[in-house]
């Protein structure tokens, strides 16, 4: 059975259980390797262009990403 496509892991932080979408499979590794993707979780802002504008590996607070989403809208250069 192929495992390809997406789906939700759950892994802890911080005593509290998250899910989150993850490709796997063959789909999840060649999406990886066009990225660049070094560790999990790596997360990305993709503007309306679907250009990465900022990546963060590791855990990544809303607020930061919120920063980041403010600062796009103001037509400034994202920078992580």
């Known amino acids: ?13 911080d005593n509290e259980l998250i899910d989150t979408p993850m490709l796997v499979g063959t789909a999840g ?3 990886m390797r066009e990225l660049g993707v070094r560790c ?3 997360t990305f802002l993709i503007d309306r262009d679907a250009q990465v504008t ?3 590996e590791g ?6 990403i919120a920063q980041a989403i403010a600062a796009q809208g103001n037509g400034r250069e994202v920078v992580d």
Do not use: C, I, Q
């Open 40 to 42: 999990l979780p790596t």
């Open 54 to 56: 900022a990546r963060w």
């Open 29 to 31: 590794m060649r999406a």
């Open 59 to 64: 855990l990544v607070l809303p607020s930061t």
């Open 1 to 13: 059975k192929s495992d390809d496509g997406e789906r939700l892991v759950n892994f802890r932080y």
